[in-house]
């Protein structure tokens, strides 16, 4: 599918998220990046690829690269399951305004955070919080849309993916991460 | 009582100079003994000192929903990424003027209704037409008294009031002009004073509607009235009622019963009209929450539709035509392109309509409109035989085979429910995908759309014909809108609420537009009534709480007594019924605490703020009106939370629970700044999942000045629906235990443990008497 907003009228303006065509990219933007963070809501545990869900993806990935994980909603359940604790839950309210803040990080030193990856909002929340992210944050953050459709207020977005694809996608991701 | 502005323009620029303040408003205030306070007839500027003191604790987090402003004709201008437009705003002032734009058009919407009814009513009941609420309320008109200094008695006084919430609308609409307010936390400000003045307005048209049209008055025991499509005997002609404005609805009942008819003809409403309906007469029957209008409309089931004021389709004149069904419109914000017949003949109305020869007309005398739409209903009803447009089961197959699973309706849904795997399921004869869908299908229609479905299937209609057996099941108990809480009940729990016992007053309120199943309302509430916090409610969330039926088979409202108590629900009434929910928290400050009530918002505000446990809830929030009711709660420093759609209102107001800073208040004792953690930690939050909003609620209800045992309480409960939803004591307890006697005594060592390992050290002032307001103080330091 184009890189277009999932829900049709989710329209940003100008300047919209470049797309992800080739997932290795991700792990490029990683290694570039000084202090990632990884924003993780509850459709990741809603989602089933296959016998597994998101979270098994970022758990991954996060086991590799030491990223902090933030859940948000109740998704600290499932990654607790999982026997992988997370650094923080908050509301993604609450996660989306700390990252605005350029004295804040996770881990409480060395902020700010430079890149977010974000996947699991209810699509339309992600969209206005990324939208807040983009106004108030953009002095200091980039963020990368790992979720399922394109998310137009990122820097880049993975585009409109089916559930093979975008699992697939996911994959890489980790893989290449493991890799290095 | 008639030159109320000019006596207040006098007051305002007296109080600050001259003494003996109370002899020149002379007859204006001599029925209330209590003296008049700082701040009567507010105006913008009034309390822009308060609101930023909670602006300061709670910073607005914007939400843009695009980059651009389009509001003028300079525009379009991109204002992301620190750009600003034409007229010099920035993205921070854009998206706080949205904010006030809403409210301002709530707190318009209501004072114009209030004004449309008080109008009606004063025109057949006179101006001295006394407000009677209930014996046993002695503070009729908390918000009335606190804001504008008056205490009504009549209809007329009503007008007073209006007079002044004008005014007011009318200067907060305009801030929102270009080349006006430039500052972000200015245009906040202003937001807080258009909550408060919309719930003003709502306390005058509650008011106004138990007195003229004897609601129940405060009762706890108000009748259980049917509620759900299902309920509605469809052998007997319908008259479907649409809207807020009841006296049209109540005019219909009127000429039924005097006619005799009012068992042959079954009355029906949507929305707020409906549960007023039921506050008028016990008869009338509540088909659904807004959500339920197209689906019912659609099912031809009315044979006559009446609509008033707000919420109601814009298009429903195209969607009565599809059905054969007359449309009424009884009032002039809603015309609908059709006729004004308000001074033809009766006769010929009745005539036009039932022939044929109109689809509809506007008729803006309500007794007219109420004997027109009775005798209409019975002549359509033999030769409608119920019309309807819901397809059959053996159509609705073959409508699904044509499907090509192009994703176009899940793309342009609100809730993108999963339609075209549904339609999948159904092509090959399996209904109950698309039927489990009916609770989540927010009724919008947006679906059908022109040029969504490629085979212009109506996908709407569709979930709903294949959930016919789902309709017909719809067979609820509501109770009926009580009006306000008495005094004596204010008084039997004030202590409790205050000292923290009572864990919390939950106000669950607000529209349909619900993230997922309109059911998840009653699972959130069942929880907190199971945990004995106080319930109150109204609107469409107090019909979709009766849309529910518990493992006993009975609904909330049968399960729970509807008195002002812990473990009880009380269904105040319809949207403007808010005011009895605000007005409860400030009758607590007043009736319990004894704090002036008259023209002293200030100090009420601040002691709901530290002392009254109180947390909004509005899963599905949609209007501009519910953000004005979720202001005034704001102002009144009563934290709200909104489901995921509400997050659409482009901005929340966060605490910030890691900066220690934020969150240092007043000991009014001896005047020393004392650190009383982040209770509540918000004031504005959209949440994601119930079990989100679940654990938030016990959380936002702890305030500064719970005593040991009422914070123990409420960390217990938040400690227990943590572990349950999120499987782990949340990391922020230390935060909230101020002393190890707040522990709640079954989690003792595993706090303690917790608290050790975080290096937490007890308060050095666990209970000072909090305020914000250093005017409060009683004794300086130093």
Redesign the interface.
């Known amino acids: 599918m184009a890189a277009e907003p999932?829900?049709?009228?989710e329209?940003?303006?100008?300047?919209k998220a470049a797309v992800i065509k080739n997932p290795e990219m991700v792990s490029i933007l990683l290694k570039k990046a000084k202090k990632p963070v990884l924003i993780v809501?509850?459709e990741a545990a809603e989602i089933d690829l296959g016998g597994k869900t998101p979270i098994d993806h970022i758990i991954r990935i996060a086991r590799a690269t030491n990223i902090p994980v933030v859940t948000?909603?109740?998704t600290?359940?499932e990654f607790?399951?999982r026997d992988f604790k997370p650094a923080?839950?908050m509301?993604?309210?609450?996660i989306?305004?700390?990252l605005?803040d350029p004295e804040?990080s996770v881990s409480g030193e060395d902020a700010p955070h430079d890149l977010a990856l974000i996947l699991g909002?209810?699509?339309?929340?992600g969209f206005?919080?990324e939208?807040?992210l983009?106004?108030?944050a953009?002095?200091h953050l980039k963020t990368v849309s790992l979720d399922r459709y394109y998310q137009p207020h990122c820097n880049w977005s993975f585009p409109n993916l089916s559930i093979e694809e975008w699992d697939r996608y996911l994959t890489i991701i980790a893989q290449e991460i493991e890799k290095k | 009582m008639k030159k109320v502005r000019f006596k207040v323009d006098e007051l305002e620029s007296d109080i600050f100079k001259i003494a003996g303040l109370e002899a020149t408003v002379g007859e204006f205030y001599e029925e209330w003994e209590e003296a008049i306070g700082p701040t009567p007839m507010p105006d913008i500027s009034t309390f822009r000192e308060w609101d930023r003191i909670l602006l300061n604790r709670y910073k607005p987090f914007y939400l843009p929903f695009c980059d651009l402003c389009c509001l003028c004709t300079m525009g379009k201008c991109d204002l992301s990424k620190g750009k600003r437009g034409a007229c010099g705003l920035d993205m921070a002032a854009q998206q706080s003027r949205i904010v006030l734009l809403a409210c301002a058009i709530g707190a318009a919407t209501h004072a114009g209704h209030g004004r449309h009814m008080v109008k009606e009513l004063v025109s057949k009941l006179g101006k001295d037409h006394p407000l009677d609420i209930g014996s046993s309320v002695l503070i009729e008109a908390p918000h009335s008294r606190l804001i504008t200094g008056i205490k009504p008695k009549t209809l007329g006084d009503l007008e007073d009031i209006l007079d002044y919430a004008e005014t007011e609308i009318s200067q907060l609409l305009s801030c929102c002009h270009t080349g006006q307010e430039g500052d972000n936390l200015d245009f906040e400000s202003k937001a807080f004073h258009a909550g408060m003045i919309d719930h003003l307005a709502l306390e005058v048209s509650d008011l106004a509607q138990i007195s003229a049209l004897n609601f129940p008055k405060a009762d706890p025991e108000a009748p259980l009235v049917d509620i759900g499509i299902g309920s509605i005997d469809t052998s007997k002609p319908v008259i479907l009622v649409i809207g807020h404005n009841v006296p049209p609805a109540a005019a219909i009942f009127d000429y039924m019963e005097d006619s005799g008819l009012e068992d042959n003809i079954e009355l029906t409403g949507i929305c707020c009209t409906a549960l007023d309906l039921t506050r008028y007469t016990k008869k009338a029957k509540i088909a659904g929450p807004l959500s339920h209008q197209l689906r019912f409309v659609r099912s031809g089931i009315a044979d006559v539709i009446v609509v008033d004021e707000q919420c109601i389709r814009t298009d429903i004149l195209e969607e009565a035509k599809k059905v054969n069904a007359p449309l009424i419109s009884t009032n002039y914000k809603n015309f609908q392109g059709l006729p004004n017949r308000t001074d033809d003949p009766t006769d010929e109305i009745v005539r036009d309509l039932v022939g044929g020869r109109s689809p509809g007309v506007v008729i803006l005398d309500s007794d007219k409109a109420g004997e027109v739409a009775t005798r209409v209903a019975m002549g359509v009803f033999p030769k409608r035989k119920k019309s309807g447009i819901i397809p059959e089961e053996s159509e609705i197959i073959e409508y699904a085979k044509k499907c090509t699973k192009c994703l176009s309706c899940q793309r342009v849904c609100p809730n993108y429910v999963p339609l075209p795997e549904a339609m999948e399921a159904a092509a090959k004869g399996n209904l109950q995908p698309l039927s489990d869908l009916y609770e989540s299908c927010i009724g919008c229609g947006r679906c059908e759309a022109e040029g969504v479905c490629p085979n212009d299937l109506k996908l709407h209609t569709i979930i709903i014909g294949a959930s016919k057996s789902k309709m017909k099941d719809e067979k609820f108990k509501i109770r009926s809108g009580r009006g306000a809480i008495q005094d004596s009940e204010i008084r039997a729990v004030g202590a409790s609420i205050v000292m923290g016992e009572i864990p919390g007053v939950i106000g669950i309120v607000g529209c349909s537009n619900y993230p997922g199943s309109w059911k998840d309302n009653a699972f959130i509430i069942e929880e907190f009534l199971k945990r004995r916090f106080i319930v109150t409610t109204s609107g469409c969330a107090a019909m979709n709480l009766g849309m529910y039926k518990n493992e006993e088979g009975l609904s909330l409202y049968e399960a729970y007594p509807g008195v002002f108590d812990g473990g009880s629900l009380v269904n105040c009434g319809s949207c403007v019924s808010n005011a009895h929910i605000s007005g409860a928290a400030i009758k607590i400050a007043s009736i319990f605490a004894r704090r002036k009530l008259n023209s002293n918002y200030e100090e009420i505000a601040d002691y709901i703020y530290n002392r009254v446990g109180a947390v909004g809830i509005s899963w599905g929030a949609m209007s501009q009106k519910a953000a004005a009711i979720a202001s005034g709660f704001w102002r009144l420093g009563i934290p709200v939370i909104v489901g995921p759609h509400g997050s659409k209102y482009r901005r929340a107001l966060l605490g910030r629970k890691d900066k220690d800073e934020d969150w240092y208040s007043i000991d009014a004792r001896t005047g020393k700044s004392v650190y009383t953690g982040p209770a509540p930690e918000h004031l504005f939050i959209a949440v994601e999942t119930k079990e989100e909003a679940m654990t938030l609620i016990p959380k936002l209800s702890m305030r500064p000045n719970d005593t040991t045992k009422g914070r123990s309480i409420k960390i217990n409960h938040y400690i227990d629906l943590h572990k349950r939803f999120y499987g782990i004591v949340p990391d922020d307890i230390p935060l909230f235990v101020r002393t190890t006697a707040d522990i709640p005594i079954t989690m003792k060592d595993e706090i303690l443990k917790i608290l050790k390992e975080k290096d937490w050290k007890e308060s050095e002032v666990p209970t000072p008497d909090p305020t914000l307001l250093s005017r409060l103080v009683r004794k300086k330091e130093g």
């Open positions: 999932w829900q049709r009228y329209i940003p303006g100008p300047i809501g509850h948000t909603a109740h600290m359940a607790l399951k923080a839950s509301t993604s309210m609450d989306g305004n700390r605005t804040w909002m209810t699509y339309y929340v206005v919080i939208a807040g983009k106004s108030f953009f002095n």
